[in-house]
Nanobody
């Protein structure tokens, strides 16, 4: 089992920045792909960012490309999501997730094996 705990959420004005952290514990593995998803009230869980096990490859949807940056520090078992130029439409609960190797596409929530409890991000206009 892998436990994931997110932190760093909060209230920020439009145009501001936040840095989310995801601390992993338990049977962690540097071979896991790590991802961030978000879910706003009444909406489906949405892919935000993913990073390969090596940290070399990163993936983003068009909605956050150029504004969000995912990174990982395996020595600290931590994944980060740097969010800049935040918009009100970025408001959601943000979830960290871990995917074992060969589990499929990086942007599908169902393909991830472990999830954190989420952290709220609210962007005011």
């Amino acid at each position: 089992q892998v436990q994931l705990v997110e932190s760093g959420g909060g209230l920020v004005q439009s145009g501001g920045s936040l840095r989310l952290s995801c601390a992993a514990s338990g049977r962690t593995s540097s071979n896991y792909r790590m991802g961030w998803f978000r879910q706003a009230p009444g909406k489906e869980r949405e892919f935000v960012a993913a990073i390969s096990w090596s940290g070399i490859s990163t993936y983003y949807p068009d909605s956050v490309q150029g504004r969000f940056t995912i990174s990982r520090n395996d020595a600290k078992n931590t994944v980060y999501l740097e969010m800049n130029s935040l918009k009100p439409e970025d408001t959601a609960v943000y979830y960290c997730a871990a995917q074992r190797p060969s589990r499929g596409s990086y942007d599908v929530p169902h393909n991830y094996d472990y999830w954190g409890q989420g952290t709220q991000v609210t962007v005011s206009s």
